[in-house]
């Protein structure tokens, strides 16, 4: 695939619908385990990589603690999180988190947050880009290794030439815990206009996530260019996952005619709201059948 690299891998995080093709590459003769846990460790799963069929690695021992969202979370800076009570705030970070936040947060409104670009906040103390400063999910590997972040993604082979967008979208990413709703731009999907663009141009979406979940976004039809600081290299997907109190950028080629879909991964986020219809105008004429029809 467009990112496939080969690395050693000792931890990586993967969210909804996401696709990765990783290059392993042993160095001894025995046999690896391979481990998948849930975010909030609630489930995992176990394998073991060997060059012999029969071999089984052991088994790492199970990580319990799981990570809790900060006021960072929530889009706040440091300097608005003084004197607040961090420990009362604090949520775990676990898909079961969505119904529980409810009594932890209560008439929390996200879309009171609007116009916030986030990532103008606390850039100098921010170790990875793709994840707010202060954030209680800043991944750490707990056998000292790295975690791959899409920091460290980069395209093998470019899909489309380098040009500067013609235009840029924000797409703020809303919502109401407690009434369990999600929007864009404050606005729902049967309330909503159409993202109108036009065959042949270079849209550049800026998400903005104001709420305490994260978005693994996904646009139909068309690739979206995941923009990491690498220029020409900079990534190909079809689904970006936005972590709270985050602004993220990408670029899409808009290079199909038609009507597409452009949601949250997440289907209860998209059912209740989180979803948008994105209509490319112009493009190739359709040719007509030779009978006419």
């Given at each position: ?40 460790r609630s ?23 799981a990570p ?165 290299w900079n ?59």
């Open positions: 695939g467009n990112n496939v690299q080969p690395v050693k891998v000792d931890e990586f995080r993967i969210s909804v619908a996401e696709t990765y093709d990783v290059i392993v590459q042993p160095k001894e003769e025995k046999a690896y385990p391979i481990m998948a846990e849930s975010m909030g489930g995992f799963a176990f394998a073991t990589l060997a060059p012999r069929e029969g071999m089984r690695a052991e088994m790492p021992e199970l990580r319990t603690e809790l969202l900060t006021m960072a979370d929530m889009g706040m800076s440091h300097g608005d999180m003084a004197g607040m009570d961090h420990g009362a705030m604090a949520t775990a970070a676990t898909e079961e988190m969505d119904s529980n936040a409810q009594d932890t947060m209560p008439g929390m409104d996200h879309s009171n947050m609007a116009g916030m670009d986030h990532s103008m906040m606390g850039m100098a103390d921010k170790a990875d880009p793709f994840y707010a400063a202060g954030s209680g999910l800043i991944p750490e590997a707990a056998n000292g290794g790295k975690f791959l972040s899409y920091a460290d993604l980069k395209a093998q082979k470019p899909l489309y030439a380098e040009r500067p967008a013609t235009r840029e979208i924000e797409l703020r990413l809303t919502g109401n815990m407690e009434r369990y709703s999600w929007s864009i731009n404050g606005v729902k999907y049967e309330d909503a206009e159409p993202i109108r663009l036009k065959y042949g141009e270079r849209v550049r979406f800026k998400f903005v996530n104001e709420t305490m979940m994260t978005h693994p976004m996904h646009l139909h039809g068309m690739w979206s260019i995941l923009d990491t600081g690498q220029g020409k990534p190909v997907k079809h689904t970006i996952s936005i972590n709270p109190g985050t602004t993220v950028y990408s670029e899409t080629e808009v290079d199909e005619p038609g009507e597409w879909a452009f949601h949250c991964h997440l289907s209860y986020h998209m059912a209740t709201g989180m979803f948008r219809k994105v209509i490319v105008e112009g493009g190739p004429t359709v040719a007509k059948l030779e009978n006419g029809n």
